[in-house]
């Protein structure tokens, strides 16, 4: 079941980045994202490839926007606005399992 | 039979092939069965690729429980290919020109075994000069064949032309391919250098394109160093440019331009994304801006390879290779 939150600040729900038939390339930082079987990808700055590493573990959107807000020193509001276009976008990929 | 080299494979064919004779013992044995007047229907099997424009179908492969397949070129061509794939039945469309056996073989089944060997294939021409080799990457009629005649004009050694395999990634190392370039017509008028009445080096192809031979040599134990790829922009406007793509743009790019377009099967396309990731984290990847003919300027191929060599030195994104 795919997860979608519409506000990644009170998110409690659990959600992982699929891995199963998907391959990834990390170059310079940013990431591309292949599903193998619908040939569709996936492109990330650095910021979404720190996003994409954790969700290699079921975590929540909280912990998401914490860990952005830790990492680059931005205000809470916009790490919570990036974590959810970041997980609406692997959503819309099929990219995302809860 | 004749033992033929190219993508670093021996092709034994019972027809005429537009590739360097060897000897040897062939990897691959490909026999000419007769003419049919239409293709049949196809058997049931797993889809491996298949690749279709609008109403335009143009080629499917097929695998069979049995493990063999069928590589269909709607309207033109069948290639059985058995479960070593070592050997293959080609079996024509009746009324195709003489010499369509060779093109489809060259290009359409050396890619398909390319791929199927585990190679990165990439739809691209290279050549090589003073030891340093570079790639034209791009759709059909983008520009690659074009590009590689004319640096061929200038002295460099053709590396193969449409189809170029990866067959090494430490460091990245393509094989030889074909030995000569096909030009469509307007392309023919290339630069000063460039003889069109050598009746032993350009002739007409089956595909009516013309022919011309850049290297007659090559085995399939050579391979040369990649140092750049190329995606030809041509342009009207007397840019001569080579603009660099960051490493993601690059992968996408070397993806988007496979020689077999279609894949469905995800072990061919995991494969590809491998190789095309370590390719573009050790080989730049640019966008290649170059004033366009006909007519070319006499001096075209020189700049062009002074700007591609030049840019082809910068550092890879990864160190140590």
Same mark, same amino acid.
């Given at each position: 079941?795919?997860?979608?939150?519409?506000?990644?600040?009170?998110?409690?729900?659990?959600?992982?980045?699929?891995?199963?038939?998907?391959?990834?390339?990390?170059?310079?930082?940013?990431?591309?994202?292949?599903?193998?079987?619908?040939?569709?990808?996936?492109?990330?700055?650095?910021?979404?490839?720190?996003?994409?590493?954790?969700?290699?573990?079921?975590?929540?959107?909280?912990?998401?926007?914490?860990?952005?807000?830790?990492?680059?020193?931005?205000?809470?509001?916009?790490?919570?606005?990036?974590?959810?276009?970041?997980?609406?976008?692997?959503?819309?990929?099929?990219?995302?399992?809860? | 039979?004749?033992?033929?080299?190219?993508?670093?494979?021996?092709?034994?064919?019972?027809?005429?092939?537009?590739?360097?004779?060897?000897?040897?013992?062939?990897?691959?044995?490909?026999?000419?069965?007769?003419?049919?007047?239409?293709?049949?229907?196809?058997?049931?099997?797993?889809?491996?690729?298949?690749?279709?424009?609008?109403?335009?179908?143009?080629?499917?492969?097929?695998?069979?429980?049995?493990?063999?397949?069928?590589?269909?070129?709607?309207?033109?061509?069948?290639?059985?290919?058995?479960?070593?794939?070592?050997?293959?039945?080609?079996?024509?469309?009746?009324?195709?020109?003489?010499?369509?056996?060779?093109?489809?073989?060259?290009?359409?089944?050396?890619?398909?075994?390319?791929?199927?060997?585990?190679?990165?294939?990439?739809?691209?021409?290279?050549?090589?000069?003073?030891?340093?080799?570079?790639?034209?990457?791009?759709?059909?009629?983008?520009?690659?064949?074009?590009?590689?005649?004319?640096?061929?004009?200038?002295?460099?050694?053709?590396?193969?032309?449409? +189809?170029?395999?990866?067959?090494?990634?430490?460091?990245?190392?393509?094989?030889?391919?074909?030995?000569?370039?096909?030009?469509?017509?307007?392309?023919?008028?290339?630069?000063?250098?460039?003889?069109?009445?050598?009746?032993?080096?350009?002739?007409?192809?089956?595909?009516?394109?013309?022919? +011309?031979?850049?290297?007659?040599?090559?085995?399939?134990?050579?391979?040369?160093?990649?140092?750049?790829?190329?995606?030809?922009?041509?342009?009207?406007?007397?840019?001569?440019?080579?603009?660099?793509?960051?490493?993601?743009?690059?992968?996408?790019?070397?993806?988007?331009?496979?020689?077999?377009?279609?894949?469905?099967?995800?072990?061919?396309?995991?494969?590809?994304?491998?190789?095309?990731?370590?390719? +573009?984290?050790?080989?730049?990847?640019?966008?290649?801006?170059?004033?366009?003919?006909?007519?070319?300027?006499?001096? +075209?191929?020189?700049?062009?390879?002074?700007?591609?060599?030049?840019?082809?030195?910068?550092?890879?994104?990864?160190?140590?290779?």
């Amino acid at each position: 079941m795919v997860l979608l939150i519409s506000d990644p600040t009170l998110g409690v729900h659990v959600m992982r980045i699929k891995t199963e038939g998907v391959s990834w390339q990390e170059i310079d930082g940013e990431l591309v994202i292949l599903d193998l079987n619908r040939s569709v990808y996936l492109t990330t700055n650095a910021a979404g490839a720190e996003l994409a590493k954790l969700l290699l573990k079921e975590c929540t959107a909280e912990e998401l926007a914490n860990a952005l807000v830790a990492k680059y020193e931005i205000p809470r509001e916009q790490a919570s606005a990036d974590v959810q276009a970041f997980v609406a976008e692997l959503a819309d990929k099929k990219l995302l399992v809860g | 039979m004749t033992v033929y080299a190219a993508y670093g494979m021996r092709l034994s064919t019972d027809f005429p092939m537009a590739l360097p004779e060897v000897g040897g013992r062939a990897d691959v044995v490909i026999t000419r069965a007769s003419d049919t007047r239409e293709q049949p229907e196809l058997q049931n099997g797993a889809i491996l690729l298949d690749y279709a424009e609008g109403d335009d179908h143009w080629y499917t492969v097929v695998r069979h429980a049995d493990g063999s397949l069928i590589f269909r070129i709607f309207g033109l061509c069948d290639f059985d290919v058995d479960v070593t794939r070592t050997r293959v039945t080609l079996r024509l469309l009746a009324g195709q020109a003489d010499g369509m056996a060779s093109i489809v073989t060259v290009g359409a089944l050396s890619a398909l075994l390319s791929y199927l060997s585990g190679h990165g294939v990439l739809h691209a021409s290279a050549v090589t000069r003073d030891g340093h080799t570079i790639g034209f990457i791009g759709r059909s009629g983008q520009g690659k064949s074009t590009l590689a005649a004319l640096l061929c004009t200038a002295g460099a050694e053709l590396v193969t032309d449409d +189809v170029l395999p990866v067959v090494g990634l430490d460091p990245v190392t393509v094989a030889l391919g074909s030995s000569e370039v096909r030009l469509r017509p307007m392309a023919a008028t290339l630069a000063p250098g460039l003889d069109l009445d050598d009746a032993d080096r350009e002739r007409a192809s089956a595909d009516r394109r013309r022919l +011309v031979t850049f290297r007659k040599h090559g085995s399939p134990e050579e391979c040369r160093r990649l140092r750049a790829l190329f995606i030809p922009a041509p342009n009207r406007d007397n840019r001569l440019e080579m603009q660099r793509l960051s490493g993601r743009d690059a992968l996408l790019a070397v993806m988007s331009y496979p020689r077999l377009m279609g894949w469905r099967e995800p072990a061919v396309l995991q494969r590809q994304f491998a190789v095309a990731g370590a390719l +573009v984290k050790q080989v730049p990847v640019f966008v290649a801006h170059v004033p366009w003919g006909p007519p070319f300027q006499s001096d +075209v191929a020189n700049a062009v390879w002074a700007a591609a060599t030049d840019r082809a030195r910068e550092p890879a994104l990864v160190s140590g290779r």
